[in-house]
């Protein structure tokens, strides 16, 4: 069985960067395209960056530039560095891997979830 889990959130001040880290289990090394997301209370939850298999990625508007997304050194994991935190940023951030090919940020294409970690970004 597949599981996800998301690590590194926290508190920080605007301006301020957080590394988020997730592992996965069970699955099949390298074979995945994978994403981070984030959600906050009453609103949908939306894609921040996804990777495919090869490496090239994707990302929201509100991400590009200031954050980065890559694999970890260790098979099947995921990072996502975070500089010049907004407080808008505030927010559960999720991991999710996908079996297909291509799954950009799509979250119904996506099979597997982490249960996310905080960020909060204070002004």
């Known amino acids: 069985q597949v599981q996800m889990k998301e690590s590194g959130g926290g508190s920080v001040q605007a301006g301020e960067s957080l590394r988020l880290s997730c592992s996965m289990s069970?699955?099949?090394?390298?074979?995945?395209?994978m994403g981070w997301f984030r959600q906050v209370p009453g609103k949908e939850r939306e894609g921040v960056a996804s990777?495919?298999?090869?490496?090239?990625?994707t990302y929201a508007d509100f991400a590009q530039g200031r954050f980065t997304i890559s694999k970890g050194i260790a098979k099947n994991t995921l990072d996502l560095h975070m500089n010049s935190l907004k407080p808008e940023d505030t927010a559960m951030y999720y991991c999710?891997?996908?079996?297909?090919?291509?799954?950009?940020?799509?979250?119904?294409?996506?099979?597997?979830w982490g249960q996310g970690t905080q960020v909060t970004v204070s002004s």
């Open positions: 999710a891997a996908s079996p297909l090919v291509w799954a950009a940020m799509v979250v119904g294409l996506y099979n597997y």
């Open positions: 069970g699955g099949t090394d390298g074979s995945y395209f």
């Open positions: 990777i495919d298999s090869d490496g090239s990625t």
